[in-house]
């Protein structure tokens, strides 16, 4: 029979904490600020809006203050393969606190970041990956688009990102 | 200057096949039946439902036929490392037609697959990796949910995997 | 002693849903229209004769709708390096719905999607990957095949997608 | 445009070579007795042939005297997962030289090769890994099996090996 992790674990707590469940809600688990699931939901809704305009079907993902994945879609006929490059846009644009398109202008032969995307798993040095910058410009995020020309996934991106602005 | 991708190629099209483009539409980029975008976002919100009521904070990922994402959401405070877990979830319940709680009980120290987790870049044994069955009885995919205990998981994964049966 | 593992769940299934076993075949696994085995042979055959034709040893991969490997031959001195090679053709053909010629000259130092290569676990920019059209008009998977000139690598494997066609 | 990479290096062999290429057939280039693509090919029709009379979907790979990929098909319904599988089984078997059954066994909790699998990018633990020994009692390769009941894989696996010995 299994045994549930979590009921052992706050069994655990109650033992070295003296009763007071490390798992009670008395701990701070998110950074105040950081984006919301409902905040992910509104700009993931914008970007599918934009895609449906444009008529060019997208991967969209969102990835939080701290670079890990918060939410993503994809639509019918996007590019299987760009599955990895929306996150890894989203990844990037946070990683780096910039554009991919920004990134990527320094990054081509012969510019100063020349071969950068063979760092962190591997970067994307196209456009597509834009920031999420909240009402009181605090970066909370980035948003990564792929299936469409850069331009048009970052229109997508764009589109997005404005929401929360 | 960057160039657009599919302007380029569309462009190319029109020059190779005389004005009948390869983009225009007349080629199914995705086999009928596979998953659609509205089902998993019906998928994802059930099984959001579920989370809210049982007061877990969960990761759901929703993957296709061909075992790749379709859709991802994280719920605040829900565990950073869930993410691959979630998603790994449901691939393995994709790539074996079971739940992961099955695969799992012939995985164990002593069991016929032991050690199976070694392949496919890292599979998930305990519950939470719920097959997706359609309303034909066809298998378009596989939620996988992670955050809370595997029971708790599964019972967030069954929820969302109720709503296309 | 090894249990088998089938037997031991269908025996599980019959105690769990009185009867009634979950792998009676009475869920459909794989989606209709999705390339056949005997498809998959009479692409890699007529491959093979083609590289027959032109003296070529090839490495010939072949995957289906989701992108997963169908089928795979090696032919005698045909490089080892290729067998990779072959197999990323077919998935970057796949994965962005266009060859892997196509993708290659986007993705050139100077052009749009310079660097894309660091995605998905490694794609192919040259060409050979071709994807697999049927007689429906619907993507059914690509073929990858590595050994030759990049051209010689094309003409095999365009030779295996036209019989499908 | 694209340059045919070998044209470039007969070109390049011819100037080292002093106008005997390194491409003209005067080197051998696979080990006189490995494998051969018609082996392989009778081995994976026998292994197919057991698979529908147990009637059982099956992945099955063969790998040559090097423990490099030689040949693979998928069945209908097979599962995705035991692309990889059947894979490593072989890679497994060719690269200890016994069963991946026999492997296992030493490889369990307790037992002297605890662990292993965590080498070699991943080996498998369980039965349905055989080795392919020639009528000259030559190890040429291995035969992995993936699909059903590790003893209905490895059923398939030695109808496979059973057609060269």
Redesign the interface.
Known sequence: M?K????WIVALSLVLFGGVSAFAGDVV??LPGDI??AQ??KIVAAALKKAEEIK?PMNIAVVDA?G??????????A???????SI?KAVTARYFNMTT?AL?AV???GQPLYGI??SNN??????GGVLLVDANNVIVGAIGVSG?????DESVAKAGAAVIK
Chains 1, 2, 3, 4 share one sequence.
């Open positions: 299994r549930m992790l979590f009921s688990k998110t919301t699931l992910a939901q060019v701290g890990n994945l918060k939410a993503f879609v994809r639509q019918e006929d590019f299987i393969g760009s599955i990895d490059i890894k398109r990527g990054s081509q032969v995307e063979a591997g970067l994307i040095l196209f456009a469409g020309s850069v331009d048009e």
